[in-house]
């Protein structure tokens, strides 16, 4: 009976151990990485300072910005109350020579301003000025109700004519047309910057993206221009081995 008490004790020594070993680990591995973010985020914060002062002379053109056919900019939707900061984003999108950008937050306060946005950046007078577009949520929701409708008419028209319906099949281009159709396609864009505290698209139409490169650009309220100037040129830098 000794002999078991003390393998017992033994035992739940060991599991305490472990355990402890464990929870010593995972402290440990969490403490690297938050250290190697951080390091991360002060080169981040330095490269962009120096972009934004002009050191960095290799920023100041871009070369191949014709690749960046379209730009979408998601803003989490507290941070896109911040008008004053959307409307500087754009101003910089527009000197930089974007020509193309589509404007998102989920619930759709961006939007709400379309009117004041567009009259603070007065670029409507000129011939090239920068095109803009704003969605939220419930504008893909809504695209994609009607498209589902649109299907199924087209459906009913063929059973009608006598034509084998495939209901179980439905293929990503007759989603695409069916979308164009009802005038919910829209832009695939080739970059989407992230504005928010997560790293997703939070919404953003999922069909607009089959090869979009994203990026997390942090909190609007850290918004720099060196951080948006070296996302712009790190994308037109990247060889691209597909076609549209």
């Not at 002009?54 to 998601?74: D, E, H, T, W």
């Amino acid at each position: 009976m000794k002999s078991v008490h003390q393998v017992r004790k033994l035992s739940r020594g060991i599991v305490v151990v472990g355990n402890l070993g464990l929870r010593f680990l995972w402290h440990f591995l969490h403490i690297l990485v938050s250290m190697w973010y951080s390091i991360l985020a002060l080169r981040d914060s330095c490269e962009s300072f120096l972009i934004s002062s002009g050191v960095l002379k290799s920023y100041k053109s871009f070369s191949n910005l014709g690749n960046l056919r379209c730009l979408a900019i998601v803003i989490e939707s507290d941070d896109a109350h911040q008008i004053s900061k959307v409307v500087e984003l754009l101003k910089w999108l527009d000197s930089v020579g974007v020509k193309n950008v589509s404007l998102y937050d989920r619930i759709g306060v961006i939007k709400k301003f379309k009117k004041a946005i567009m009259q603070q950046l007065k670029i409507e007078d000129s011939p090239n000025h920068m095109t803009v577009e704003f969605s939220s949520y419930a504008d893909g929701k809504e695209g994609m109700i009607k498209a589902a409708n649109w299907i199924f008419a087209q459906n009913l028209k063929r059973r009608d004519l006598g034509d084998t319906i495939d209901g179980q099949n439905l293929t990503e281009s007759q989603l695409d047309e069916a979308l164009q159709i009802v005038g919910y396609g829209g832009q695939e864009p080739d970059l989407l910057l992230v504005y928010g505290p997560v790293r997703c698209h939070l919404g953003f139409p999922a069909w607009r993206m089959k090869y979009t490169e994203i990026v997390h650009m942090g909190s609007l309220n850290s918004l720099r221009y060196g951080s948006l100037v070296k996302a712009i040129y790190d994308f037109t830098r990247v060889h691209q081995n597909y076609g549209k």
